[in-house]
């Protein structure tokens, strides 16, 4: 069993950044690839990015791509979103979530991840 808990998530204006982290524990954390989701009300969960168990590999999805970073620290089993210039459509609950994975995989589909955080609310306004 593998516990989740993000943290970091609030309200910042358009433009602004945040960084969110998700604290491991319960598992090896670095055998576990980390993927990070979003939720907005009303909308289907949304692939964010994903880290390899070593952070040699990471993935991003279209809408984030050269906004968002992934990172993890494997020595303080957390894994990390840098969010900058954020928008107001980036408004929506962010998840972690890990998947039990072979060294430089990473997964952008949600069913491939079998432990989740319970999420952290970002709020972007315009």
């Known amino acids: 069993q593998v516990q989740l808990v993000e943290s970091g998530g609030g309200l910042v204006e358009a433009g602004g950044s945040l960084r969110l982290s998700c604290a491991a524990s319960?598992?090896?954390?670095?055998?576990?690839?980390m993927g990070w989701f979003r939720q907005a009300p009303g909308k289907e969960r949304e692939f964010v990015a994903a880290?390899?168990?070593?952070?040699?590999?990471?993935s991003y999805g279209d809408s984030v791509k050269g906004r968002f970073t992934i990172a993890r620290d494997n020595a303080k089993n957390t894994a990390y979103l840098q969010m900058n210039s954020l928008k107001p459509e980036d408004t929506a609950v962010y998840y972690c979530?890990?998947?039990?994975?072979?060294?430089?995989?990473?997964?952008?589909?949600?069913?491939?991840?079998?432990?989740w955080g319970q999420g952290t609310q970002v709020t972007v306004s315009s």
């Open positions: 979530a890990a998947a039990f994975s072979g060294s430089y995989a990473v997964h952008s589909n949600g069913y491939e991840y079998k432990y």
């Open positions: 880290i390899s168990r070593s952070g040699s590999r990471t």
């Open positions: 319960g598992r090896t954390f670095s055998n576990y690839a």
